[in-house]
């Protein structure tokens, strides 16, 4: 297969350390989550793991990096500064293309407040309502969605919402007009039973619908801190959905463990369409990346060679 696009992909960020809160900073949702992070998340998800995962990926010279949200924390407001600064120094707006997880939007105003620094990796989105964008790469259309909605005290479940919804139907429907290999990006997966409720996308079913309808070319996205790799029904077969194991987690187990992913985008040689290939890259616990061809569903795939 002749290659289109080499596209890397990361999640789940978390990028440490955390800013130190003013005390009426904790006055919310944050105190739960400064309290997590001092007693448990500070000491698993890690800068060396993180930089690990981003020196995997980059050797593999990627064209066009995506990240499926949770940059920060609890949403500190020095928290969304130094993302904006990882960011720049990762690749540029052009070369990088970001949609928000939960913890970006931690709590009420995060998106509408500081979003806006992260607007050039989201082709000029700055709150909720701009949401989805289609940024353009190649023969590549990059669906980014945010499923990214301030929640109570211990949830952290995700929304799209009818308004998003009913514009991601249009988009989809002309972007397969114009014959592009359509990518969509959202924070939390939409497949059935993969989160528990209080972590799940509450419209779920309904994007799933629509897909059903209009299709895709794969799905990208994270927030479960584990490599996942299944499908949705598609018009036309399965669309091969995958979600990425946290960029910075240390963990123990294999399919926990922090790292990134690859994904080759061609078009098909032989008919319309195109084919898409996997692999993940998984640092072990000597630091090193292992890299991990995956096995996707759909008329879409094939392997690497």
């Known amino acids: 297969m002749s290659a289109i696009l080499r596209l890397a992909h990361l999640t789940d960020v978390h990028l440490s350390p955390l800013p130190r809160p003013r005390a009426r900073e904790l006055a919310s949702k944050r105190l739960t989550g400064f309290l997590s992070w001092q007693l448990h998340r500070r000491k698993v998800h890690l800068a060396t793991i993180l930089e690990a995962s981003v020196a995997a990926l980059a050797a593999a010279r990627p064209d066009h990096w995506v990240l499926t949200g949770d940059l920060v924390n609890i949403a500190l407001p020095g928290e969304f500064e130094r993302a904006r600064v990882w960011l720049e120094r990762l690749a540029p707006s052009g070369r990088l293309t970001l949609v928000p997880g939960n913890h970006d939007a931690y709590v009420a105003g995060a998106a509408e407040a500081h979003w806006p620094a992260w607007a050039a990796w989201m082709e000029g989105a700055r709150g909720p309502g701009s949401f989805p964008f289609v940024r353009r790469v190649g023969a590549v259309a990059l669906v980014g969605l945010s499923s990214a909605v301030p929640r109570p005290w211990g ?21 397969a007009r114009e014959g592009l290999a359509r990518v969509i990006l959202v924070h939390h997966p939409p497949v059935e039973g993969w989160s528990p409720a209080r972590k799940a996308l509450l419209d779920a079913a309904e994007l799933r619908a629509l897909l059903v309808r209009e299709g895709a070319e794969l799905v990208l996205s994270g927030h479960d801190h584990r490599l996942e790799v299944g499908t949705l029904e598609g018009p036309v077969g399965p669309i091969p959905v995958v979600a990425g194991p946290s960029a910075s987690l240390r963990a123990g187990e294999p399919e926990r463990r922090g790292g990134g992913l690859l994904f080759t985008i061609a078009r098909a040689e032989t008919e319309r369409g195109f084919r898409i290939a996997a692999e993940a890259y998984r640092i072990g616990p000597d630091g090193r990346s292992v890299r991990e061809p995956l096995t996707l569903r759909g008329p879409a795939v094939a392997a690497l060679a």
Do not use: K, T, V, Y
Not at 155 to 175: C, M, N, S, V, Y
């Open 155 to 175: 949830d952290a479940a995700g929304a799209l919402g009818p308004e998003q919804l009913g514009r991601l139907e249009g988009r989809l429907r002309a972007l």
